[in-house]
């Protein structure tokens, strides 16, 4: 079941996408995500869509693994629709029953929002997807380093995000497995109401927080052997450059945001 | 230069109020192979964490290339001298991508991103994780996690890698593959290496063995000189090796080291005496493979298979249709090697996994009749998974135990006794019960946990590697009780493992996992009879197997099922005459 979350998931290959320099996605991910936000109407939406198929395109990554990856997902985005259908007061009503109408710019809303959550979220994916987490977190450290003169714990915080990520999967599957063990002694976790639930829990929590404490001493300790004294006199193997697909790619983007925002204007 | 890499001198360590290290002057010298071997809790862990000035020493001093380790100014030189590998392959890689990682030690002593880059390819290459440059680190096995970490250690460029039980958690053939490794290092590239352990084989082909008790060091030596001495390892809780004892019980120098030496000096002494066969009536083929006999079988499935992922790329077929019979009231072994499917066959037994097709049948019943899972399947079938104490979570033992009959809804009184019951099966003293689990020792843990689905008290009870990472004294101390426990309670016990000797040792009837299918099953007698068969999947079998399997290319007509020391024993003393 934990199985086919697939978030922070990197998948390795050799595409454009792939060999652009992490900074550089990370910014057009950002200018991609407020861009979306401004999109007013169906041509907005139209050209956010066909540069995101455009990009899963070059990027070789199968759209089933991004379909995947939302899954989690799906009742956020089912209630976000609902709620927009209903909640949306509008002139043309299309259908009214009890409290609830239905309107044209319900629908209009709700389609729209879930397009963006869609968008937004594939978008995201993309990128964590063709970016290998110490990457992307050597991206956001190298992006906030003006941060470091205002005492900002930078390369900490990115010390500390690319750990998270590499035990991630580390953690989910040994949540599957103390799950299946505990399932092994009679526990039930799926009957009862909420508070039993909650306290059918316990069993898998506790050894979970206990085991993530172990690892992050052990891990602490290996650290510590490997020579690990924080961000000072610390050198990189792989140092960010930007290249000429990088200028490209900024280009392309900038193409993108302006191609949208002049949308804005238009009837349509 | 100095020949001496390493030096303690009267090293003393306390750890929580308890002394660990009591007075260890050791010296290492460059480019040796040196193994401690102690059980758990020697201080031999202590002191390898000493050597880098991870611990640094209570009393005493620990001079690393020349450098007091108690001096913080000389903890990043020393840190660059000597390397560490640690137990558990999960808890030491920092990085997501297997290159990164390598990388680490190099960025954090700042050297120069140009030449990172060398050192970790070549660093790599050393290892032979090259073609895995870009692999994510969780996908990997243990085994070749453990080579990544020793990777990342020679970028580092050390003078001496400490291997600190980086060999416990694995299988065996990730285990030989750290081995393998180890050993080429320290001659190709002269590194020292110190390997801590507490698998006797692994300490043959070393330099030099130092066996740890209680924070001494009590014997010091080549293997040789050592490991004849078997008072001294069987007061460090050790055994000796197979090899060894079996030179002993023919009344031979017990010397032997392998199963060359062994067999050379068997042939010797059959020799000396005159080759007898007249004992020879038998035939000395291997006996034909039987299926198993099934009269009242407890468990069984027909046609299992089972699909990972499935619709998906990543579609596999974890089990390929096993049909398996299981009688009511053996001790069954279930061996094979990691991915052989034996882990997901067990756990469609109690019904965790459903079968892709197939179906399981419980005392004759499909415990998916219907489509649903029949009630009170998983408190007659018991499943203890490996590492089970890392499922502990109650504020005390008994309470943890009392997890599973809690589950069964039983009255309050039963569950006391069921309690006491399964504690006293395991081992457990009773004052440990109000203790809590987590201030016990690891094999305490490791029992307190099997207790706990003892207390259900199952039909049958699968134990999936109840002996993995510990030593060779808490292992068996596992499972003399668990025999005894299947005897008196008299159900089905099934052991699944990848170590022969425990197999050897204990099963009734043994089926081999390979490739997702029972690749044969039956007697011990006719399974070690196809030894070559066994070590083409990857299998190792008993040494004392090997030994007698070397006798017979030798000439000795000697039946080759023949799976303990003391069986084989007896079968060469047939030719020797006296």
Redesign the interface.
Known sequence: MLKNVTLGQYFPGSSIIHRLDPRTKLILTLVYIVVLFLCTGPSGYAICLIALCVCIGISQIKPKLILRGMKPLIIVIVITGLLNIFYTRGETVLLSFWVLTVTAEGIRNAVFMTLRILMLVSGTFLMTYTTSPLALTDAMESLMNPLKKLKMPVHELSMMMSIALRFIPTLIEETDKIMSAQKARGADFESGNLLQKAKALLPLLIPLFISAFRRADELAVAMEARGYHGGEGRTKMKQLRYMSCDAAAFTAGAVFAAAVIITRFLPV | MDDILIKTENLTYTYEGEPALRGISLSFRRGEFAVILGHNGSGKSTFA?TL?A?NIPGGGKVWVDGLDTSVEANI?RI??TV??V?Q?P????????V??DV???????????SE??GR?DSALEAVRMGAFK?????QLSGGQKQRVAIA??IA?RPKCIVLDESTAMLDPRGRAEVLEVAHRLNKEMGITIILITHHMREAIDADRVIVFADGFVLADGTPREVFVNAEILDEAGLGVPDTVRLCGELGLPANALNIDECANQVIGAVKAGGLDTAYDTRSTEPAPLSSVWCGDCVLETKALKHLY?PD??FETEALKGIDFKLRRGIFAGIIGHTGSGKSTFI?HL?G?LKPSSGRVLLNAEDIWHGGKIMPGV??KV????QY?E????EETCAKDIA??PR??KLPENAIAERVAEAAAFVGLKPDLLDKSP?SLSGGEKRRAAIA??IA?RPDVLILDEPTAGLDPYGSKFILENLREYQLAAGCTLVLVTHTMEEIAEYADIVYVFNNGDIEFDGTKETIFAHAERLREIGLDIPEVTQIVLRLREMGLPITPSVYTVKKAAEEIKRYIKC
Not at chain 2, 134 to 138: E, Q
Request: hydrophobic letters at 40%; glycine letters at 12%.
């Open positions: 964490k880098n991870l990043p840190r660059s390397g560490m640690f558990n999960d808890n030491q890689l920092v990085a997501s991508i290159e990164d990388a680490f030690g190099c960025e954090n002593t700042g050297v120069d991103p990172i880059r970790v870009t692999h994510a680190a969780h990342g250690a580092a992922s998906t790329p756990q109690n965790l998983r408190g018991g499943l203890v998974f089970p890392y499922q502990l979570f997890f599973g589950n069964l987590f706990g689905v259900m």
